[in-house]
């Protein structure tokens, strides 16, 4: 397995949670890293990206709220998820994306780890 999500719960409206993205030293020495969420019924959406030089990018919902980071000895990527809402409850997915040849990027998405948010 080259990618996988961790660190899903439940929480409590405003409390916080970390998921964490560990992948194969391959793939993440040469990757951009982003996580997505996918609520209930709901087309999966960007959260934030992360590349291999540490330039971040956020959604606006989540930003003021959420940070991103990578651990390069490590191999992984965190999410830290604080004043969630109940809005922030749904399935969360890493996705790794490298360039393979000329213009061609391939992406590699981890399996979900699901978050639930009450009020």
């Known amino acids: 397995v080259q990618l996988q999500a961790f660190g899903g719960g439940a929480v409590q409206a405003g409390g916080s949670l970390t998921l964490a993205c560990a992948a194969s030293r391959r793939i993440f020495s040469i990757s951009t890293i982003a996580w997505y969420h996918q609520a209930p019924e709901r087309p999966r959406e960007l959260v934030a990206s992360i590349t291999t030089s540490g330039t971040t990018n956020y959604a606006d919902s989540v930003k003021g709220r959420f940070s991103i980071s990578r651990d390069n000895a490590n191999n992984t990527v965190y999410l830290q998820m604080n004043s969630l809402k109940r809005e922030d409850t749904g399935a969360y997915y890493c996705?790794?994306?490298?360039?393979?040849?000329?213009?061609?990027?391939?992406?590699?998405w981890g399996q979900g780890t699901l978050v639930t948010v009450s009020s």
């Open positions: 996705k790794a994306n490298y360039h393979t040849s000329g213009w061609n990027r391939n992406n590699y």
